[in-house]
Nanobody, 131 residues
Framework: VQMMESGGGLVQAGGSLRLSCIVSGLAVDAQAMAWFRQAPGKEREGVAFIDGEGARNYDNSVRGRFTVTYERAKNILYLDMRDLKPEDTAMYYC??????????????????????????WGQGTQVTVSS
């Protein structure tokens, strides 16, 4: 399994970015997928979750500003971010649910989950929001 993020960069507060995660080795709609972020000195936190049925969930800090989707044909996971704030500055990672949990839950796995539940990760893409 390989996952590669892109789309990060430097943006002014109030701006928008679209992150992409190209996935190979598993289907984006076969299990829960997520976007996490980690700022320096802070723990990795989940910001957006989507399962194989399309159910989505967000951290309160990004709800209404971020949207997670996937494109089955291209096997890509997206994170559309708008109205960005300096506190959104972090390394952003895409992740796929661990294989054992995928076997337990299948495509239906709604809600937010801890980082330990995800077994496949990309290398990350940096998002920096200036004030």
């Amino acid at each position: 399994v390989q996952m590669m993020e892109s789309g990060g960069g430097l943006v002014q507060a109030g701006g928008s970015l679209r992150l992409s995660c190209i996935v190979s080795g598993l289907a984006v709609d076969a299990q829960a997928m997520a976007w996490f972020r980690q700022a320096p000195g802070k723990e990795r936190e989940g910001v957006a979750f989507i399962d194989g049925e399309g159910a989505r969930n967000y951290d309160n800090s990004v709800r209404g500003r971020f949207t997670v989707t996937y494109e089955r044909a291209k096997n890509i996971l997206y994170l559309d971010m708008r109205d960005l704030k300096p506190e959104d500055t972090a390394m952003y990672y895409c992740a796929a649910l661990r294989e054992d949990l995928r076997e337990d839950y299948g495509r239906y796995c709604p809600g937010r989950r801890h980082a330990d539940d995800f077994g496949y990760w990309g290398q990350g893409t940096q998002v920096t929001v200036s004030s």
